[in-house]
């Protein structure tokens, strides 16, 4: 990505896909959109079609429903194809507009476009290219940093995809290593490969359908995920709506990817699971309040606070006059505001001394 990404908070992935409908003049326009909404990058997809499926592969059930169209996935995907030039003229209007250009390679050739053309220093593997073994190689194989999506997966699908990776790090100056299974599982389980996939990888949990059912974000697996690899978890969101977005990030998610589109009535397969413009800029302020709500791992009085304790505590109090060298006693004291006194949590210490002076009633007792 030839413009870095700096960020000390949540990482904000605008997911433009193929919201363009293949059009170069709406990617310029989802590129001012996601600019105005304040993202930290701006992702598209990358791919030949007939690299990518078969002449007959069915739509998936949510396609034939979001377009109104029953045609092959590959059909319909054509028709969403961006070149390799307008590709590179969308990166370089990117650039222009002062925000990072990303887009996830579907097939191989993509991806060396991808790395020999544009550079990109992080690259997207997508939920449906977990398992695909051989793509996941030649990403780990460029060395690039990695964010992982992990739509449909189980943990054990993870582990393998991390195992793939490993190798691909270890073994990407020397490629004389035959890769498989257990080859996979050895760098998983090395130091070294450890060692790199936490330097490089990042993985999203996500629910791979347009839209997801609220029932089935499930976002206690980014905490199990988290667990049993140790790496930093964000979330890939497909459900209506900036609410889950939010509570992902409540919940430490550290990357947050969410579709958007120019307008949810335009025809394609992910429009109207996205976002449009005014709702995308919504949900980066939620976010970013949500991370300044969230705070440090500490516990003391805030700055704002601190003005408020005399007024909200309580100080010890004679509840009636009190001669010096008197026995303070739960007759003759009382617990009153305003603070600034001597604190109730010496009341009890307090009993049975002798009062170092005389007290009108409702007088601050003091040391």
Not at 64 to 81: A, F, G, P, R, W
Not at 169 to 189: G, Q, V
Not at 262 to 274: V, Y
Not at 322 to 329: L, R, T
């Amino acid at each position: 990505m030839s413009k870095e990404v700096h960020v000390s908070s949540t990482l904000i992935i605008a997911e433009a896909g193929v919201n363009h409908n293949g059009q170069l003049d709406l990617a310029y326009q989802l590129v001012d959109a996601a600019v105005k909404a304040g993202v930290d990058i701006i992702k598209f997809q990358t791919f030949k079609a007939e690299n990518l499926v078969t002449r007959e592969a069915e739509q998936a059930d949510y396609q034939k429903i979001n377009t109104d169209i029953v045609e092959s996935q590959y059909t319909m995907l054509k028709k969403l194809e961006l070149t390799f030039d307008e590709h590179l003229l969308v990166h370089d209007y990117c650039q222009r507009q002062g925000i990072a250009y990303l887009s996830t390679a579907f097939d191989a050739q993509s991806l060396e476009f991808l790395i020999q053309d544009i550079d990109l220093a992080i690259l997207k593997i997508p939920s449906g290219e977990l398992t695909n073994t051989p793509l996941l190689l030649e990403h780990a194989y460029t060395g690039r940093r990695l964010i992982v999506s992990t739509g449909m997966a189980t943990l054990a699908d993870i582990k393998l995809a991390l195992g793939v990776i490993a190798f691909g790090f270890l073994n990407r100056t020397d490629k004389t290593s035959e890769p498989s299974l257990a080859a996979f599982s050895a760098a998983y389980d090395s130091a070294a490969g450890k060692k790199l996939l936490a330097e490089n990888v990042s993985l999203l949990h996500c629910t791979t359908e347009y839209p997801a059912p609220i029932e089935e974000v499930n976002l206690n697996a980014m905490a199990l995920m988290h667990d049993e690899f140790s790496l930093p978890i964000g979330y890939s969101d497909h459900t209506k709506g900036i609410l889950i977005p939010a509570i992902a990030v409540a919940k430490g998610a550290v990357i947050i990817e969410k579709h958007f589109t120019l307008s949810r009535n335009m025809q394609g397969p992910d429009h109207k699971a996205s976002l449009e413009p005014e709702e995308l800029e919504q949900m980066v302020k939620d976010i970013r309040q949500v991370e300044l709500a969230l705070g440090r791992k500490v516990k003391a009085p805030t700055i704002s606070e601190q003005k408020n304790i005399v007024v909200a505590r309580k100080s010890i109090v004679a509840s009636q006059s009190i001669k010096q060298g008197e026995y303070y006693s739960v007759d003759n004291l009382t617990v009153l505001r305003p603070g600034g006194g001597i604190s109730p949590v010496n009341y009890f210490n307090l009993l049975g001394t002798q009062a170092n002076k005389d007290y009108d009633s409702g007088e601050l007792i003091t040391l």
